[in-house]
């Protein structure tokens, strides 16, 4: 009799990174589609809104951008989680992803609290508002799917 081959768990964390940031770049590929309204309903800068209602590339670019590094961020968690082929340093990129979207999830926290006057020269907002606490929260969970993700992928023995 031979040994039952060992399965491997879903790594649903690392799915639902994925999921979560497959939805982000599709949303920032829609945005230029969009128009200004779009670009300023999502939070983008005035000047970025102005730039987009002049008709100007730099925000279509700026959002491209955002889009691939997104899609990149989701092939990894896919890769990480079994669904596609094992990618390049996949668990280090992991972890930096992770690091990345905990530390901008986080990284408002203290100026909301204590300067929040700073956020006009950081961001361009007129301090706290609904679109930075709600981004911000996105991002911590998207994190933290990542870096819990990553940690039941970092005990698995064959990865």
Same mark, same amino acid.
């Given at each position: ?5 060992? /399965? ?29 309204? #779009? ?6 800068? %005035? ?9 100007? #590339?730099?925000?279509? $670019?700026?959002?491209? $951008? ?18 596609? *082929?094992?990618?390049? #340093?996949?668990? /280090? ?8 979207? $905990?530390? *901008? ?8 609290? #204590? ?5 006009? %020269? ?6 706290? %508002?609904?679109?930075? $606490?709600? /981004?911000?929260?996105?991002?911590? /969970? ?15 023995? %064959?990865?």
């Amino acid at each position: 009799m031979q040994p039952a081959a060992r /399965t491997r768990a879903p790594n649903r964390y690392l799915i639902a990174a994925g999921i979560a940031a497959l939805a982000a770049s599709l949303l920032h590929l829609a945005i230029p589609l969009g128009g200004p309204s #779009w670009y300023a309903f999502f939070g983008a800068p %005035d000047g970025l809104v102005a730039m987009a209602s002049a008709g100007h #590339w730099y925000p279509v $670019v700026c959002c491209l $951008v955002i889009a691939l590094a997104l899609l990149l961020a989701a092939a990894y968690a896919f890769s990480g989680a079994g669904m596609l *082929r094992r990618l390049p #340093w996949q668990r /280090t990129v992991l972890l930096g992803i992770a690091a990345v979207l $905990v530390l *901008r999830g986080i990284g408002f926290i203290p100026l909301m609290l #204590w300067q929040p006057e700073r956020l006009v %020269d950081i961001c361009n907002c007129q301090g706290v %508002d609904t679109f930075l $606490v709600i /981004t911000s929260l996105l991002c911590l /969970t998207m994190g933290m799917a990542y870096a819990l993700g990553t940690r039941q992928l970092w005990r698995q023995p %064959d990865c």
